[in-house]
């Protein structure tokens, strides 16, 4: 009569324990990287979601805007409140629920090339008529209070053909524009008018700002609203 190795069969049960305590935690292992898997896909798929149809950051590259905006300010764009936009490639508004309004700090595509994105102020929408006359803006014949609008070359007296044009109608769907740093942009007096559809959102908020040659953060503009 044969006997049973009763130390191999425990040994046998430790091995196949062992085994299953292995898978599980492999197992364990797989889920957890799995679960970090979707969590990061989802994160990127919901900031490409806000980056194309709701808030895009962008950097201000040139001093057209002085003083609202300097250089390496870095700002927010509302990409919702005027409509729904296609991102690239295609690029354009599809349903349009609020329109730019005058005064209004606005992210465009540049008319003359359009691999470049502009931001400038709209001074008047379709419809109005304006004249710049010795650098003061006339909107349907009254002169508009422009507290934003700095002249670098201070002299309102010394004018040039950018500091009097019109008067004109601005068309449909257009917009007129100019930065707040008169004397040094680059903008609707020169080029013309802005189309609606290629309107990518209003400015609104400064997040970020550092003059790189200073290498030093503006903290008193971090958080300020543009207007």
């Given amino acids: 009569m044969s006997g049973v190795d009763e130390s191999a069969v425990a040994v046998g049960h430790r091995e196949q324990e062992e085994k299953?305590?292995?898978?599980s935690e492999q197992s364990v292992r797989k889920s957890i990287t799995r679960e970090y898997a979707e969590a990061l896909l989802?994160?990127?798929?919901?900031?490409m979601f806000i980056r194309s149809f709701i808030v895009q950051a962008f950097k201000i590259p040139s001093?057209?805007?002085?003083?609202?905006?300097?250089?390496?300010?870095?700002?927010?764009?509302?990409?919702?409140?005027?409509?729904?936009?296609?991102?690239?490639?295609?690029d354009m508004?599809?349903?349009?629920?609020?329109?730019?309004q005058r005064g209004d700090v606005i992210v465009f595509i540049y008319p003359k090339d359009r691999t470049k994105d502009f931001i400038k102020r709209v001074i008047?929408?379709?419809?109005?008529?304006?004249?710049?006359?010795?650098?003061?803006?006339?909107?349907?014949g009254s002169k508009v209070n422009e507290p934003h609008a700095v002249f670098a070359e201070g002299d309102r007296e010394t004018v040039?053909?950018?500091?009097?044009?019109?008067?004109?109608?601005?068309?449909?769907?257009?917009?007129?524009?100019?930065g707040d740093n008169r004397d040094q942009s680059?903008?609707?007096?020169?080029?013309?008018?802005?189309?609606?559809?290629?309107?990518?959102?209003?400015?609104?908020?400064?997040?970020?700002?550092?003059?790189?040659?200073?290498?030093?953060?503006?903290w008193g503009?971090?958080?300020?609203?543009i207007r």
């Fill in 186 to 218: 680059h903008d609707g007096r020169f080029w013309g008018y802005v189309d609606l559809d290629d309107v990518k959102g209003k400015a609104f908020l400064i997040y970020w700002s550092w003059d790189g040659q200073e290498t030093w953060v503006r």
């Fill in 42 to 47: 989802v994160a990127l798929l919901l900031a």
């Fill in 20 to 23: 299953r305590a292995s898978a």
């Fill in 93 to 100: 508004t599809v349903w349009e629920w609020s329109p730019p």
């Fill in 221 to 225: 503009r971090i958080g300020n609203l």
């Fill in 124 to 140: 008047a929408v379709a419809g109005d008529s304006v004249e710049v006359r010795h650098k003061a803006v006339y909107i349907n």
């Fill in 63 to 90: 001093g057209s805007m002085l003083s609202t905006l300097q250089i390496g300010d870095h700002i927010l764009v509302n990409k919702f409140l005027y409509g729904f936009r296609l991102p690239y490639p295609i």
């Fill in 160 to 178: 040039g053909p950018r500091d009097n044009l019109g008067p004109f109608t601005v068309p449909e769907h257009k917009l007129f524009v100019m």
